[in-house]
């Protein structure tokens, strides 16, 4: 019974090793994991009923080419590559376990010899796994190459078994139990070692990370000091032009007139709705405006911000809610009609949205207890839901107001936000 557990034992083990050789030639197999253990299980269980069935040579090899084959061919489709790792693993597996064996016992074909040999088969498995790595992966020049230090405990292992081969202190359990015991132990700290090779990657990809999001971050400020650049002198152009169209007019010189005409239009960029100097807060009502301007008829826009404003990401929030229902609603109706007001003035922000809508499509949402009552065109009202609860969270957030009035098939909606008080 000893025999068979340290015969399984010593044979699960090789299989942690032969995937531990296929992964550093061919990589881990990211999809279809779950099939792949699933894979090595039933070699597992197959390969050792064999061995433990028949002790034969020939049904050990065509069993472990077959086994192994089946593993690589998951990882490749290459018949050059599952042929070459196919037989390098097997080649080392036998090459280990030829010489852990006829040293000491002359190998009979079906007869059952010492399960001590397996043990030390796969602890020179596990050595020439490591110098496998090491070599492969300096190849590759990977940045967290294996430490061949961890040789030092298969090492060790195969010291203390080979005096037990020769010496008959111990009794055939006591053999056995030193062999699992060592097994035990170097499969701990195999697998102990990966965890912590493990975290050094992880921790190493993010040091790369926080470099490369600096390395962003410089180019973005690049990118923003040109796109200041460029706007100031864009702005200083628009006077400069207007001089001229000015002096052009004056004098009647048509010529002139129709030169400065190209001018301005190339200048002009045409989707830049709004440049009131604050970029994320512009970015979105560009983007939302873009989408308005492609959809509906008549869009009338005025923004009036500082430079700077507090908690952009809330007002954007706020915003392209409100963007998102207007233009929506409006689509729907003949007129196509939007207006976007929004101005700050000593900590005051004041939002007025107006768009045409259908009356017939309107749903009165009164949210109970806030006094707000909200309109919405959206089939998806769970949806709608939640923009509007987002909506009044901001407005509740800058102590503000909101008030939604309905004149002249025009839906309107004013807030006050106090910016100052945050």
């Known amino acids: 019974m000893l025999d068979f557990v340290i015969c399984a034992s010593t044979n699960l083990f090789r299989m942690y090793l032969i995937d531990r050789f296929v992964i550093t030639f061919l990589g881990r197999l990211k999809e279809n994991r779950i099939k792949e253990l699933l894979v090595y299980a039933c070699f597992f269980i197959v390969n050792t009923a064999l061995f433990w069935e028949f002790h034969t040579i020939w049904i050990n090899v065509l069993c472990n080419l077959a086994g192994i084959g089946i593993i690589v061919w998951m ?12 037989c ?23 007869k059952v010899n010492d399960q001590i040999y397996s043990v030390l088969t796969v602890f020179l498995i596990f050595v020439c796994e490591l110098i496998t790595e090491k070599i492969v992966t300096d190849h590759k020049r990977e940045e967290i190459p294996p430490n061949l230090s961890l040789m030092f405990i298969p090492a060790c292992s195969i010291v203390v078994i080979l005096p037990l081969t020769y010496s008959d202190i111990c009794t055939d359990k006591g053999v056995a139990v030193v062999c699992i015991g060592l097994l035990v132990i170097n499969f701990v700290m195999l697998y102990l070692y990966n965890l912590l090779l493990r975290s050094v990657s992880q921790k190493y990809e993010t040091e790369m990370l926080k470099s490369q999001v600096q390395i962003y971050a410089n180019q973005l400020d690049v990118i923003l000091q040109s796109e200041e650049k460029m706007k100031a002198l864009r702005h200083d152009m628009k006077h400069h032009m207007n001089e001229l169209m000015l002096m052009a007019n004056r004098y009647g010189i048509e010529e002139i007139q129709e030169y400065i005409g190209h001018m301005e239009d190339f200048i002009r960029n045409p989707n830049e709705i709004v440049d009131s100097g604050n970029l994320e807060i512009d970015s979105v009502l560009n983007y939302m405006l873009q989408k308005a301007e492609e959809e509906l008829k008549d869009v009338a826009v005025n923004v009036m911000l500082p430079e700077k404003i507090k908690h952009s990401f809330d007002i954007n929030v706020l915003l392209g809610n409100l963007l998102e229902n207007a233009i929506d609603a409006a689509r729907q109706t003949e007129k196509k009609y939007l207006r976007v007001d929004i101005t700050l003035k000593k900590g005051v922000l004041k939002i007025k949205i107006a768009n045409s809508f259908l009356t ?38 800058f102590d503000g107001t909101m008030e939604v009035t309905l004149q002249n098939e025009l839906f309107c909606v004013n807030m006050i936000l106090y910016m100052s008080k945050t």
């Open 75 to 86: 990882h490749s489709k290459s018949v050059k590559t599952i042929l070459f790792v196919t």
């Open 360 to 397: 017939e499509n309107i749903v009165k949402e009164q949210r109970q207890g806030t006094g707000r009552g909200f309109l919405t065109t959206k089939k998806e009202k769970e949806q709608h839901g939640i923009g509007l609860k987002n909506v009044n969270k901001i407005v509740e957030m």
């Open 88 to 110: 390098s693993v097997y080649l080392i597996n036998m090459g280990c376990d030829v010489a852990s064996m006829f040293p000491f016992v002359s190998y009979e074909d079906g």
